[in-house]
């Protein structure tokens, strides 16, 4: 199944994995948030879901990976260095689970404009 995460005028095309995380989250879509940034990761709450980290999870993303933080509850975009990385890599906070893949990975770097505060909305493509 492909769903579209929308935040300006930036609409990514993505491609949900066959996850439980994945599941739950496209019980919620529609939805909409708010964007919080930390380096090059924006981050924005959803509401609460039902997963526990699963056994693939990971803490360093490649550039297209969509994540769910769940201490944060909350949907993690990575698309460069953060606060915690070492060298080029994308290390978000904790271990994530990772439940889509963007269609066109380097088309998230364009995130880069984007700050604290943007609406953003994940539809079922």
């Known amino acids: 199944m492909d769903i579209k995460i929308i935040v300006s005028d930036i609409t990514l095309n993505c491609r949900l994995r ?32 039902n ?26 975009i990575g698309f460069g260095r953060t606060p915690v990385s070492k060298s080029n890599e994308i290390r978000l906070a904790a271990r994530v689970n990772i439940w889509a893949d963007a269609e066109y990975p380097e088309q998230l770097k364009l995130l880069s404009k984007i700050s604290n505060g943007h609406d953003i909305s994940i539809i079922i493509k």
């Open 51 to 76: 997963v526990n980290i699963e056994d693939n999870a990971k803490d360093i993303i490649n550039l297209g990976e969509i994540a769910f933080w769940i201490e944060g509850n909350s949907i993690a």
């Open 18 to 49: 066959k996850n439980k995380t994945a599941g739950e989250i496209i019980k919620l879509l529609p939805l909409k948030s708010t964007v919080n940034t930390w380096g090059d990761e924006i981050y924005f709450e959803i509401p609460k879901i």
